[in-house]
């Protein structure tokens, strides 16, 4: 199915060479906005680098190339000669002891090329030396296929980061190091329509997607990233975001190099409805810890991960055939017309376990209309079921009935989706069906999908009927048919509207970040009076309080405050005031309280926690406890958590992240994430909690993590009392420790 066509990247000549060789410098349309930056210094818009004469070079420098027969370099050197011929590249092969290779004239050096080069391949086992003879070839691009750098550990990492720094010094872009030949692949060029651009840092877990192209889908590029010392996924998905033949971006990463640099990608893909589907490795820690020696990424926390990816609309699957599906899918499909889905089939047992796996998918399979169920029992008999799913009973598809009932099915307005699941073949009744259902996918621009559960897969009716047919999407398992044709409907209820968070985010700093700066102390816990007062100068509501040094003044300080009070110890070295005791609540009383700073003092001094005065606290009893904080990410850096508060967060820890910036649509998104969501919308009698003060509280933290995130090391409210609604929310405790 033809997907949109997206817009496309200009640069002149001059500009490209400048991107191309590593020096990032703005230029006009897309590029002249790389230069913006946030409140923090960091960019707001991805720096796309022109990678058209990587993937179609004009000359190419093969150094280290060999024709001994049986040597690993000549099946390398071979591969490039032959793919070089495919892109009418022009190839010099560098050997210091050679004449000619594969009967090309070869150079003994670098500095003897005939000409400046576009890419340099480098088959060369320390290739740090080459990097920088690049310079004087004018090299755009490099790639290094050794490994033993930063996958094996921390020496391994140095050396990586010393070919980065040569690259750079040389003003070439390199690709690697422990890459492999996966962009120098034969591309089936008979295929048309909308392509899949594909980004691995594994080559072999490429590999199914690129077999896609034994099924009729088509692909354009393959960028196996390797390292990332210089080069990386980010540059690529910006890249390829920017292809007109692009319908879709697969993914498979073992880990992030810049999870902003990615996000800045994610949001260029988004911003032109470019679908991405991403299987992100980390899951588990045994995951995570091998994809640390495969490439030396840093996998990231998993939930943080999920969420940034979720933020941006990236398409997160768990394994390779859904990946296969999803990108295949999503990239060939046009926009829904509706999100209405119908299963028909020819079993009603079929149709029943469909349907339901179907809405457990969060599909809508809507009822048919009672119009629309008589016009279909014209072909189907009155005992079957016809409201949603679709039974025939079989016989109908073997004669001119099938196709009527189909195109009755797509002409329903309230159906955007028609699932066929064929269990098994049963010639001639499922080839008539399926020709049935090719025929009337043609002429309709609404989305087809059968499912052919055949284990063989050997069939005319699947190889050539199916296959065959550039408009149904055909699938092997239902599953895989129901996530993708759900991650398909989502992609485009989050590109269609779509607004880049980047686009608001905070250039300079607000009035609140110069009260606030003056608060904060280097590498110190900040009491709890301290943390109020951070809260307080970026608008959140705390209770009434102040903070004394005696028994006297604390009396004072209640009958101020208002009865019934709560009296807590505070200190910059207090980290759990209520198992320490240093909490009293409910005092109603000028004794109880002067009994409870004493109380309260002598445990502190006994427990040598450091006391710097006595909070007496407004007393704030009904709402519900939640929490919001903000933690620092090691690849993302601040990130905002929400999420129920009290011992809650630490028993359930049902919480949701959001990495900033995002807007309100966002915020109340985290909540709608929750599992204790009800508790905010009243339950056994209770009102609603107040959900706009709780959103607007999440998107003030935001705001601090934007301005304060390198002052942050962690943040935490809780709890965070939300009232019943229009009456607010109130940070009963907050926790501060600065970096």
């Given at each position: ?214 099924l009729g889908i088509r692909l354009s590029h393959w960028a196996p ?144 209309s009672a119009r629309k169920q008589a016009e279909l029992h014209q ?259 601040p990130t905002v958590t929400a999420g129920l508060g009290g011992i ?92």
């Open positions: 199915m033809l997907g949109s066509t997206h817009g496309t990247l200009t640069t002149d000549s001059r500009q490209a060479r400048v991107i191309a060789c590593g020096e990032r410098r703005p230029g006009p349309a897309v590029h002249d906005r790389a230069a913006d930056l946030d409140v923090s210094g960091r960019p707001l818009h991805a720096d796309v680098p022109d990678l058209a004469r990587f993937f179609r070079p004009g000359s190419v420098a093969v150094i280290g190339a060999s024709d001994a027969e049986g040597r690993p370099n000549t099946g390398i050197t071979r591969q490039l000669l032959d793919w070089a011929g495919r892109v009418g590249a022009r190839v010099h092969p560098v050997h210091p002891t050679r004449g000619s290779v594969f009967g090309l004239p070869c150079v003994p050096s670098v500095a003897r090329l005939p000409e400046p080069v576009d890419l340099a391949v480098l088959l060369v086992a320390d290739p740090l030396p080459v990097i920088g003879e690049l310079d004087g070839a004018k090299a755009r691009f490099a790639v290094v296929f050794a490994s033993g750098f930063a996958e094996t550990g921390q020496a391994g990492a140095e050396a990586q980061e010393r070919l980065a720094e040569a690259a750079r010094g040389a003003g070439v872009r390199l690709l690697g190091p422990n890459t492999n030949l996966n962009a120098f692949e034969r591309f089936r060029e008979d295929l048309t329509g909308p392509a899949i651009a594909l980004i691995t840092q594994s080559g072999h877990q490429g590999r199914p997607v690129f077999a896609l192209q034994e990233t390797g390292n990332e010392a210089d080069l990386e996924t980010a540059d690529f998905l910006s890249w390829f975001a920017e292809r007109p033949e692009v319908g879709a971006i697969a993914c498979y990463l073992e880990g992030l190099k810049d999870g902003r640099a990615f996000l800045l990608a994610a949001d260029r893909a988004a911003r032109r409805g470019v679908p991405v589907v991403a299987v992100k490795v980390g899951r588990t820690e045994a995951g995570a810890r091998t994809a640390a020696s495969h490439t030396g990424k840093l996998t990231g926390a998993d939930d943080v991960v999920d969420a940034a990816l979720r933020q941006y609309g990236v398409i997160r699957v768990d394994a390779l055939d859904e990946l296969q599906d999803t990108a295949a899918l999503l990239a060939r499909a046009r926009p829904p017309r509706s999100d209405g889905v119908v299963v028909y089939s020819i079993s009603g047992g079929t149709g029943a376990h469909v349907a339901d796996l179907a809405a457990g998918a969060g599909l809508r399979l809507p009822t048919l072909w189907i008999p009155d005992y079957l079921n016809v409201a949603n799913p679709v039974d025939n009973g079989g016989h109908p598809v073997g004669d001119e009935r099938g196709r009527k009932i189909i195109d009755a099915l797509l002409a329903d307005p309230s159906v955007g989706v028609l699932i066929c699941p064929v269990t098994g073949p049963f010639p001639p009744l499922s080839d008539r069906l399926v020709r049935d259902l090719a025929d009337a996918a043609e002429e309709t621009d609404k989305l087809v999908c059968v499912v052919w559960g055949s284990p063989a897969g050997t069939e005319p009716a699947y190889r050539e009927v199916l296959l065959g047919s550039s408009r149904v999407a055909t699938f092997r398992t239902v599953g895989n048919c129901l996530r993708a044709v759900r991650a398909w409907l989502d992609h485009h209820r989050f590109t269609g509207d779509y607004r880049s968070p980047f686009d608001a985010a905070p250039r300079t700093p607000s009035p609140s970040f110069r009260k606030a700066e003056a608060l904060l102390r280097p590498g110190a816990r900040l009491s709890e009076h301290a943390a109020k007062q951070l809260l307080r100068a970026y608008g959140i509501r705390v209770p009434r309080e102040q903070l004394v040094t005696s028994a006297a003044a604390a009396v004072r300080a209640a009958g101020q405050v208002g009865y019934p009070v709560v009296m807590k110890a505070s200190g910059a070295r207090i980290a759990h005031k209520t198992e320490l005791g240093l909490v009293k609540i409910g005092l109603t009383s000028a004794s109880q309280v002067r009994d409870a700073y004493r109380e309260l003092t002598d445990i502190a001094r006994y427990e040598d926690v450091g006391l710097d005065g006595v909070l007496v606290c407004q007393m704030i009893e009904r709402g519900v406890e939640m929490m919001v904080g903000v933690t620092h990410d090691e690849l993302f850096g809650l967060v630490e028993v359930l820890r049902d919480t949701a992240v959001r990495v900033p910036p995002f807007g309100e649509e966002q915020a109340r998104a985290m909540l709608g994430e929750l599992r204790g969501r009800a508790l905010l919308d009243g339950v056994r009698g209770r009102p609603p909690a107040d959900v706009d003060a709780l959103v607007e509280v999440v998107l003030r933290v935001q705001r601090m993590a934007l301005e304060l995130g390198s002052h942050l090391a962690e943040l935490d409210i809780n709890p965070l009392m939300v009232l019943d609604r229009g009456q607010g929310a109130v940070a009963l405790d907050a926790l501060v420790v600065c970096r």
